[in-house]
């Protein structure tokens, strides 16, 4: 590990500070990712600025839209009484990634900007466009058990491991940023990006900007809501697939539905189009097959993760038998 600096600041305009003049500065808030980074010589910045005590740690309720701090730790959001109230799909999906103690550190902040985990990643004797662009990619030919089905490229095929930004994207997230040129809200759809012919980045976000707070509009799907995830491992593993689902139902008709799965592309996925076949419609184990066909189209699988073509579908259906509460 090289050695680096530590500074503590106390207000976001010092952070920003901090990182518009030292371009290797990084970010700390609970560690769990980025000092694993630098352990392994993936990442190594030469400062680290302390960003746990920028008043970021609250959640706050506007009737049922929620407000929740950059800093506020995994483990609080979770078991907090509005979040499960208003948005339990969040709570869900925070509650099945990594463990207790993890959780207890994580950040909502650091959970937004986990890196992959793509393994080639965290090897540096191997070629990997992310951690050094242009130097190819290690995946495409080699173990890609855990890799992408959706909006890959061919300089990366990773995907985003989290599973809270699977809730965050279903449930149109906004996410507050400060930077240089001020505040401004990004949508969740659009923070995560595809890897392209940058698979170096990971998110829209500037170099020198902070996320102070995520945004969760109030909505009416807290009573049907399920986040399913298929792993190696009970816990302590990320997902080989999962799906968020939740929906407005009036007797058995779907108002209003939302659908993204994770494990599967460089950023949450939504699943636009299987969400528009249903709306309308009876929750059915037909609609759902059907929608999860839709779902599916445009899906294609590498050497080792063509399993992903069948487990994708049969979890997104799974996971809607479970929300609608249908038996069939
Ligand atoms: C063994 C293990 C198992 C895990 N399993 C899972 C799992 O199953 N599912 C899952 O979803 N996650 C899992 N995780 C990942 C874990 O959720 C993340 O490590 C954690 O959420 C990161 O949060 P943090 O606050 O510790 O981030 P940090 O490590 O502090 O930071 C991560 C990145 O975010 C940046 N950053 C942090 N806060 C901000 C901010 N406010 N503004 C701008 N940049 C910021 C940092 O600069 C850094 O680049 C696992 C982790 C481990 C170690
Ligand atoms: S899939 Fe992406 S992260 Fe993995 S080796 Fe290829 S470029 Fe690197």
Request: contains cysteine; glycine residues 8%; positive net charge.
């Amino acid at each position: 590990m090289n050695n680096f600096q530590y500074t503590r600041v106390s207000s976001p305009a010092a952070a920003i500070a901090e990182l518009s003049k030292d371009p290797t500065a990084k970010l700390v808030a609970g560690g769990t990712n980025l000092i694993d980074l630098m352990k392994y010589g993936v990442m190594a910045p030469d400062k680290l600025v302390d960003i746990n005590h920028l008043g970021f740690n609250e959640i706050k309720k506007d009737n049922g839209t929620l407000h929740i701090g950059a800093t506020v730790r995994n483990a609080v959001a979770s078991g907090n009484a509005d979040v499960l109230k208003y948005q339990p799909l969040l709570s869900q999906a925070m509650l099945s990634g990594a463990s207790p103690q993890l959780r207890n550190k994580a950040t909502m902040g650091g959970n937004l900007l986990q890196r992959t985990r793509c393994g080639y990643f965290y090897d540096i004797s191997a070629p990997c466009n992310k951690r050094e662009p242009g130097s190819g990619c290690s995946a495409i030919e080699g173990y890609n058990r855990m890799h992408a089905i959706f909006g890959a490229s061919d300089t990366c095929i990773a995907v985003n491991p989290s599973d809270m930004n699977v809730a965050l994207v279903a449930l149109d997230a906004i996410i507050m940023v400060a930077g240089p040129k001020g505040n401004r809200k990004i949508p969740m759809a659009d923070f995560h990006r595809l890897p392209g012919t940058h698979p170096e980045l990971d998110t829209t976000l500037d170099k020198k900007e902070i996320i102070t707070g995520i945004v969760i509009p109030d909505n009416h799907l807290a009573a049907h809501s399920t986040y399913l995830k298929v792993r190696d491992r009970a816990s302590y593993a990320f997902a080989l697939i999962s799906v968020a689902a939740t929906m407005d139902l009036e007797g058995s008709t779907i108002k209003d539905v939302r659908l993204a799965m994770g494990g599967v592309a460089h950023k949450p996925w939504r699943l636009t189009a299987a969400e528009e076949f249903l709306k309308g419609k009876t929750a059915s184990l037909e609609n759902f097959n059907q929608a999860a066909e839709i779902a599916m189209k445009g899906a294609k699988a590498y050497e080792f993760n063509a399993f992903k073509l069948k487990l994708a579908p049969n979890t997104m259906v799974q996971a809607l038998k479970t929300a609608s509460g249908i038996k069939a």
